[in-house]
């Protein structure tokens, strides 16, 4: 158990387990017969889970995967996905996690940062990796396919050398003020610590709690809250193919989920607005968790009100989560993203020098450090040295801390937008938008919006004599960009406002208004 860490007095003491595939092993022997994941019409128990997990150690071992290499799982969420995270994991290769919904441009860049050995897709996402050049065709292996071509059945227990807490675990994709992709890596030590974080302040109990996870798995949300947790108390993890308001309203009556990891407000919402939401027994449901982007007090207020659940809204990032939240047990205020975590140092310090550290209710910039946090990005030196400065963290957002040590988080320092939890950011739509030969000029701009916490908006300045609609438009960028990054708002105007060394100022573009008078 991390230093420092209070421990539990219900009774609920987890092993002190150097890696989480070690308490995956635990589970595996402990509760062989109890079922561990739930996934539409299917069903593992932890047993199967394991076995599977096994065969695709196995299989990875067959094609010569060794410690630290790096497997990409870019794939929809089936009863099969955490049984290959585990199976890789298992033989002591790093999973690099990627959209499935990405098109071809978009995974590119992050294939040739990460420079897999060796990528696990399915049939939705197989022409996409064979259509990249970079990519030798015989590292792509389709899940969809016979199970001999992606397991070895021979393989029936999990690797006697499971991985060190040293061992590279995880690498997550985020991205930066300039757009570009970062690679972020995470060991075992980090993993498990975040885990310990997560349980510290959302617990859950052991062997008796029923997890249902709506955020993808390729989020750090996803992943450590919906994947990774329920194996540190042997619990069940429910997975939804695709969310809908029915499908979680079903789990929760008919499978007494006590614990939702609900992620972005746009779910919350789209719960609420449901007609079914009032035919709901929430009485087995202990606390529900949110991140990703701010949840309204309104959407807050109403769920609380309604279901009589806490809603508990925590603050992370792909570099580390989580780094503050609010407890199911303690206060919980309003507007804020909570207390920092156990173990973790948390400084609020100057926007300008990043060194002086800013006096209760003052805003500054969010710099923290801890046994969570990654420390670098992968192989991308620059990146690293101007976000990891000294041992910190520097996130990029803004916030101010109150007397009683909660943050409240005010802007980001970084040129990005949230649209529905997801980081989007507007230098790669620009590229697409300035790509079309109509367009002369495009900026693009986050803006906020109750349901979805921000939308996109682009600013279009045609070339002379042309004439583009905003269908034509949006059709142009879903060829492009995955939904969520397509924006939803087009102005057109004769001219963008520049800076004086000829930049496009979107410091200026965002004190419009949205009504088309720029």
């Not at 994991?89 to 990460?114: D, F, K, S, V």
Request: proline share 6%; charged share 25%.
């Amino acid at each position: 158990m991390l230093k420092g860490l209070p421990e539990r007095t219900d009774g609920q003491t987890r092993q002190d387990f150097e890696t989480i595939v070690h308490a995956f092993k635990y589970a595996i022997e402990n509760q062989p017969d109890k079922i561990a994941l739930t996934c539409g019409k299917d069903q593992a128990t932890f047993r199967e889970y394991g076995h599977v997990a096994a065969h695709v150690a196995g299989f990875l071992k067959t094609r010569g995967i060794k410690k630290d290499n790096r497997i990409v799982i870019c794939a929809s969420v089936s009863i099969n996905l955490p049984m290959i995270i585990f199976g890789v994991l298992a033989a002591r290769a790093q999973i690099t996690m990627i959209n499935p919904n990405y098109r071809e441009r978009e995974i590119t860049p992050l294939i040739e940062i990460a420079e897999p050995n060796l990528i696990f897709c399915d049939s939705n996402s197989l022409e996409t990796f064979r259509n990249i050049k970079s990519v030798d065709k015989s590292m792509i292996i389709n899940i969809n396919g016979p199970k001999n071509t992606w397991q070895d059945t021979d393989s029936t227990t999990l690797p006697t050398d499971l991985p060190k807490g040293e061992d590279g675990a995880v690498i997550l994709f985020t991205g930066g003020t300039t757009g570009t992709s970062k690679g972020v890596p995470h060991n075992h030590f980090k993993v498990i610590a975040a885990i310990e974080l997560i349980e510290n302040r959302w617990p859950t109990n052991l062997g008796t709690d029923v997890l249902l996870n709506i955020p993808p798995i390729f989020h750090i949300t996803g992943l450590y809250h919906g994947c990774f947790q329920p194996i540190f108390g042997y619990n069940t993890l429910i997975l939804l193919t695709k969310f809908h308001p029915e499908t979680v309203f079903e789990a929760i009556n008919n499978q007494l989920v006590s614990v939702i990891i609900i992620g972005v407000p746009t779910a919350y919402a789209a719960l609420l607005g449901h007609p079914g939401f009032n035919t709901v027994n929430f009485s087995s449901v202990k606390f529900a968790g949110s991140g990703g982007a701010p949840l309204a007090d309104k959407i807050k207020t109403e769920w609380e009100d309604r279901t009589g659940v806490p809603a508990l809204e925590g603050y992370g990032m792909t570099e580390g989560a989580p780094t503050c939240n609010n407890p199911l047990i303690g206060r919980r205020k309003s507007y804020s993203a909570g207390m920092p975590v156990a173990c973790t140092d948390f400084r609020i310090v100057d926007v300008e020098t990043g060194m002086k550290e800013m006096p209760i209710g003052k805003s500054g910039e969010i710099t923290v450090k801890g046994p969570h946090i990654a420390d670098k990005y992968y192989n991308n030196e620059e990146a690293t040295s101007a976000t990891f400065k000294n041992g910190w963290l520097h996130t990029g957002d803004v916030a101010f801390l109150d007397e009683d040590g909660y943050v409240f988080i005010v802007d980001r320092l970084k040129d990005m937008a949230i649209v529905s939890g997801f980081n989007v950011f507007p230098r790669e739509i620009d590229e697409v938008l300035i790509s079309h030969p109509k367009i002369l000029e495009a900026a693009t701009i986050g803006i906020p919006d109750d349901y979805r916490g921000e939308i996109i908006k682009a600013f279009i300045s045609l070339r002379k004599g042309e004439t583009l609609s905003e269908k034509e438009l949006t059709r142009y960028c879903a060829k492009n960009l995955v939904k969520y990054k397509i924006p939803l708002i087009f102005e057109f105007a004769h001219d963008l406002p520049k800076t004086p060394v000829g930049k496009i100022d979107k410091r200026r573009l965002k004190q419009y208004k949205n009504d088309g008078n720029s």
